[in-house]
């Protein structure tokens, strides 16, 4: 057994421990409204439409929301975008609109009256599939009418040209998606991994599925060659269109991780979808891992990605044991006999009268570093809170894998 050693130190020298004109912005902001109700698309806080105006563009909102499986959504506001018109966006999206009836794309026009300005964006699968210059074709549509003061024209406009728009990109995006078995969560495309590789990932992505509740998916693609393909558009896209066509309505949990790696360009991506949008995983370092182990094997890449979904549920579930500090040997993973553990008492007692510093070692079966940290900063808030000066050794264990 290989092993993990960490130290902690208490009081000791030892520690590891901008109508005329609306313009555009790209900007954030403190705005948190109630709840979306499934019916409603208009939400006019500058009441800038009549009560006939918002039942028909509401009517007409619903009626392409359903078509399309989007969120098309008006907002409005009088003064409320603080910090920019992005930012009032997106908190308004995360707090009140994303996965609403099992949907997160959506297209949403945002008017703030106060500074004039203007904004169009897209949402959910859509901040990949559609570009900020196709939103800004049809804001710049829409703007004359907004100048006019006929703000229920440009409403239509934002309607009329957002949902061809979208229409389109899903069109484009799915040409090429493969439809597949949304149970099997393990799809090698480009034919690299053995059986016993395959059904062994296969084993790992439904048991962290069912521990963590949610759905853990890796796609193993041919990736086009061409210059109509980059690298990065091309793994976002496919993961998007895949997801939608595949699991969007299918899926058995309410969030997602989807890793797709393209063993021919030698990257990866990891995204997330549903409730996964607004966790705080660290998908940077978490994508930059699974690059990194690329370099060995496209089975590497995979292990890397389910070990840290696994330690992840391993952070979340830690139980840290009850001790009495008087032991000073917690030996949770037994690595000392009975003889062993009675000597080491006597030496650490010995030690501690003399140098004035109590002395602790504690074992687990935690194996990586992480983990073991995490063991070990818990164990001594739990039992060694009211002990002032002490050394504790912890010795986590890393069992050998099979064929290695």
């Known amino acids: ?36 109700e499934p019916e409603r698309r208009i939400y006019d806080n500058a009441d800038i439409f009549s009560d006939a105006e918002e ?7 619903s009626e392409r929301s359903a078509d399309s499986r989007t969120h098309f959504v008006i907002l409005t506001a009088n003064g409320n975008t603080i910090e920019g018109l992005e930012g009032f966006s997106r908190e308004f999206y995360e707090t009140n609109i994303m996965g609403k009836g099992g949907v997160s794309n959506c297209a949403m026009l945002t008017i703030d009256m106060s500074i004039r300005q203007v904004a169009i964006d897209g949402y959910g699968e859509l901040r990949q599939m559609a570009s900020d210059s196709e ?8 703007t004359p009418e907004l100048t006019n003061g006929d703000y229920a024209a440009a409403a239509r406009i934002f309607l009329e040209d957002s ?11 799915y040409t090429d ?48 060659v061409g210059e109509e393909y980059s690298t990065v558009d ?61 370099e060995y094997s496209v089975y590497s890449a995979c292990d890397y990605f389910l070990y840290e979904q696994e330690e992840v549920w391993i952070l979340e579930h830690m139980e840290i044991p009850a001790a009495d500090p008087s032991k000073l040997i917690f030996d949770n993973s037994d690595l000392f006999t009975a ?16 140098h004035k510093v109590d002395l602790y070692i504690l074992t687990t079966d935690y194996w990586s570093d992480d983990t073991v940290y995490r063991f070990q900063s818990d164990f001594i808030s739990k039992n060694l809170y009211a002990t002032e000066n002490f050394l504790l050794l912890t010795i986590g264990g890393l069992p050998a894998i099979e064929g290695e």
């Open 55 to 61: 039942i028909e563009l509401n009517a007409a909102l």
């Open 234 to 294: 091309y793994l976002e896209r496919f993961a998007g269109s895949f997801y939608k066509r595949n699991f969007s309505e299918a899926a058995e949990y309410a969030g997602a991780y989807l890793l797709v790696i393209s063993p021919q360009t030698q990257t990866a991506g990891a995204s997330p979808f549903g409730t996964f949008i607004v966790e705080n995983y660290d998908l940077y370092l978490t994508n930059s891992g699974v690059t990194d182990k690329l």
């Open 177 to 224: 998606t493969p439809t597949v078995d949304p149970s099997e969560r393990l799809y090698d495309f480009a034919g690299v991994l053995s059986d016993e590789q395959y059904n062994e990932l296969a084993d790992r992505i439904k048991q962290i599925s069912e521990k963590r509740g949610a759905d853990f998916i890796i796609a193993i693609i041919e990736e086009p």
């Open 339 to 354: 003889g062993e553990e009675e000597d080491l008492w006597v030496q650490l007692r010995e030690k501690a009268d003399r």
């Open 163 to 173: 949902y061809p728009l979208v229409d389109s990109k899903y069109e484009l995006y």
């Open 1 to 36: 057994m290989d092993q993990i050693i960490r130290l902690a130190a208490r009081h000791c020298l030892l520690a590891v421990c901008a109508f005329p004109m609306f313009i555009s912005p790209v900007y954030a902001l403190n705005f948190h409204a109630a709840p979306l």
């Open 135 to 142: 939103w800004s074709v049809i804001r710049e549509r829409l």
